[in-house]
């Protein structure tokens, strides 16, 4: 199996930062695209960034110019750097990724943390 763990959210002030982590383990060959995705109360979930194996990045309009997404190949590790936050930034914030699992198939699954509380009040 795959497990997707993150880390790192918090209470933090309207302009402050927080730095997410999501660290993959288990049964894992490559991962192609990692991202994250948020969910505020009564809102759909959606897509915060994601960034492929080759560093590519895609972001929210919400995102741009405050948050950067980045990863650590070698450690199965995807990392959202949040600054300036915003009280509309409160959410549930959850890591995803494409694993492909085995050297041996081509097939490719798709995981979810179990997710990370942010909350920006002051």
């Known amino acids: 199996q795959v497990q997707l763990v993150e880390s790192g959210g918090g209470l933090v002030q309207p302009g402050g930062s927080l730095r997410l982590s999501c660290a993959a383990s288990?049964?894992?060959?490559?991962?192609?695209?990692m991202g994250w995705y948020r969910q505020a109360p009564g809102k759909q979930r959606e897509l915060v960034a994601q960034?492929?194996?080759?560093?590519?990045?895609n972001y929210a309009d919400s995102a741009k110019g405050r948050f950067t997404i980045s990863r650590d190949n070698a450690k199965n590790t995807v990392y959202l750097q949040m600054n300036s936050l915003k009280p509309e930034d409160t959410a549930v914030y959850y890591c995803?990724?494409?694993?492909?699992?085995?050297?041996?198939?081509?097939?490719?699954?798709?995981?979810w943390g179990q997710g990370t509380q942010v909350t920006v009040s002051s």
């Open positions: 960034i492929t194996s080759g560093g590519s990045t």
């Open positions: 288990g049964s894992i060959f490559s991962i192609n695209a």
């Open positions: 995803n990724a494409d694993v492909r699992r085995y050297s041996w198939s081509t097939g490719v699954y798709n995981y």
